[in-house]
């Protein structure tokens, strides 16, 4: 059997999807009167090869967002060779922090300040800041991650004070099922709690919201990153990984 990347039929399946999806992303952003610019699309690798991978920058691709960092360290260092920036988006424990300061450009999923504070003080002084976004907990869900939203404006005001670290904003990962006026509702929270933040004078610009079943409403409530796996790669490959 061929691998993935020699598979031609494969590699067309991947460029069909990615161009129905974006295509799919800028008309969904015109109907909402927006700029298909303002909207960046984050391919989520986690539980994809190097080789798919390689298949997806040749694409043009750039921004890569990973869970695991037992995953995603060795993909990044096979991949050194392309510009790509990766995006840790998964749970970040203490102990992983600094590995995660030095190969990552940016971080979605920060929810405490322990964890924004061990980034700041292992970032490496020459490298550009790290690009932080903090995970709102806006519905319940298994996973618990995620700062409360009335806990979110005083973790902003910590986390904007530290050195090496941009904090650009926020973001969210509803549960899988919700229901489409309740996603909606959950989106334009974060845009809202966003909303707050800058009329306190934070300079946030970035919402990560939005995944394979409900970037549409995510656009519609003003994300500018959208974080998709399984819209654009398929079903994933590495059992037990799921979301
Ligand atoms: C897996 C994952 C995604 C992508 O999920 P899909 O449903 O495959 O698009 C986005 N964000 C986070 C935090 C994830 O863990």
Not at 59 to 69: A, D, I, M
Not at 121 to 150: F, M, S, Y
Not at 154 to 168: D, F, S, T, Y
């Amino acid at each position: 059997m061929l691998s993935t990347a020699q598979n031609p039929r494969n590699a067309a399946v991947l460029s069909e999807r990615l161009r129905a999806l974006q295509e799919a992303i800028a008309s969904t952003a015109m109907q909402c009167g927006r700029s298909v610019d303002q909207v960046t699309l984050l391919a989520v690798s986690k539980g994809q090869s190097v080789d798919r991978l390689r298949e997806a920058a040749g694409l043009g691709l750039v921004q890569f967002g990973e869970n695991y960092l037992a995953e995603a360290l060795p993909k990044i260092a096979a991949l050194k060779d392309l510009p790509l920036q990766w995006h840790f988006i998964g749970r970040l424990q203490s102990n992983k922090t600094a590995a995660v300061a030095a190969n990552f450009a940016w971080v979605h999923s920060v929810d405490r300040l322990k964890i924004a504070e061990r980034l700041s003080a292992q970032r490496d002084p020459d490298a550009p800041d790290l690009n932080l976004c903090i995970q709102v907990k806006l519905l319940p869900d298994e996973e618990k991650a995620g700062v409360d939203p009335e806990a979110c404006l005083p973790l902003i005001r910590a986390v904007a004070g530290l050195e090496r670290i941009k904090l650009r904003g926020l973001m969210c990962m509803l549960p899988l099922g919700t229901p489409l006026a309740t996603q909606r509702h959950a989106f334009a929270q974060l845009r809202e709690l966003s909303h707050q933040a800058q009329g306190q004078g934070f300079a946030l610009d970035t919402l990560s919201m939005g995944m394979s079943d409900d970037w549409p409403q995510a656009v519609a409530e003003g994300s500018t990153i959208l974080r998709v796996g399984g819209a654009l790669f398929g079903p994933r490959a590495t059992p037990g990984i799921t979301r």
